[in-house]
């Protein structure tokens, strides 16, 4: 029998006839705006062709296509699933370590030090050019430089069907939860940033307004931030729980193991400006300002949910869920109420002149390492407490607090 095929393209139409019997078994993705993809079996496409192949597919799609058309039989269902997950997971592992662009956070802050540079007594021209310089996307690992060269593909939607993550009960006691816009308006104006988080005597800094907040940045990065410092888990412990230290920042082991329990795995900052790592419980009770809760979290229920990509943040990120609030007892019932009502709490990474609202942001190789903890499935949870459980084997906080910033560098 011969069938005849149709190929639009740039040049136009162009037709030819061909026998059933002698067409071989093709792999065919064909989009609305007259492409085909054609190959042999997907034998003949690499796992990365393949990838690329189906982002254009359904780049071309409209919003709703694939739901449209129901598969004719159950294997052309089960085969689109397989190919569907596959992208899925050949996605996630090429872009969830690349960050191109700065973060909305980051451009808040850069418009910011313009502004401040330019009270200072800098020129405009100079001002941007000094913050742009100072505040610019994280340095790219080549596997990110290889990926960001290639050409962009069309903007497109998408259409989840998959039900989300679901969230572990929460303990409230007899205390109600209210909506995530409830809660009372807690007043920060009398507070101030800790001395151990405030910049050195004999640091240059400009002071920029974020939020309603002030912030002080020295050559566009917050004043002592923390050392990137990581130490591996011993890989005989299996399976923990992350510990976290409200007023130092530690992040540790949290077993009843004799030679890993207490141990440091790296440090992160929790809360922002004058609520940075402080347990204050006006902080605590302040959203998208204080630093965590104390008490029990816990992960996505799924495995593959457990670090997912962020749509607020704009990177992957690890969401916890408070289970169990711990020191009710230094808590107002309003102060309760306040913190029991906070969402969006999540770990991930820092990125420079960022701060961290009310989550765990760790350095770079820090998020790096405990984001494939939690992947690999060896983190069971996260405790958080206010005072440190280990004090016989906790450090100091590793921060930096030297800067080249000259205020001086804004009349050149």
Partial sequence: ?????????????????????????????????????????????????????????????????????????????????????????????????????????????????????????????????????????????????RIGRRPKAAPWSTVTTSSAAKKPAVDAGSSKIPPETGGPTIRLADKVVLPEWDCSPGVDYVTIQHKGYERKLTNGEICNPFEDVVRNVPESLRSFRLGYTIKTGRLFVAADDSQAGGRTIAWAISGRESCRNNPDPECLATRAVGPLPPGEYSFASEKDRKVSWGPRSKRMVAGIYLTKLWNRDRFSPAQTAAILARRNIAIHVRLKGEMSEACLGLEPNGWAYVSSLIKDGRVTGVSVYIDEPYPQIAERPPVVTASSFSLSSLFK
């Fill in 1 to 145: 029998m011969l069938r005849r095929r149709c190929i639009s393209d740039d040049g136009g139409e162009r037709c030819r006839d061909r026998s059933d019997s002698a067409r071989p078994q093709q792999v065919r993705l064909e989009g609305p705006r007259g492409w085909v993809l054609r190959g042999a079996g997907c034998s003949r496409l690499s796992p990365r062709r393949l990838a690329l192949a189906l982002v254009a597919a359904l780049a071309s799609l409209p919003l709703g296509h694939g739901l449209a058309q129901q598969p004719k039989t159950p294997a052309a269902g089960a085969a689109a699933g397989d190919i569907a997950d596959y992208f899925s997971q050949v996605g996630d592992q090429i872009y969830e370590d690349c960050i191109f662009e700065l973060s909305a956070e980051q451009l808040e802050v850069q418009q910011a030090l313009i502004q401040a540079y330019i009270k200072h007594g800098a020129s405009s021209i100079l001002a941007r050019q000094l913050a742009v310089k100072q505040i610019q996307p994280p340095k790219l690992s080549d596997k990110c430089e």
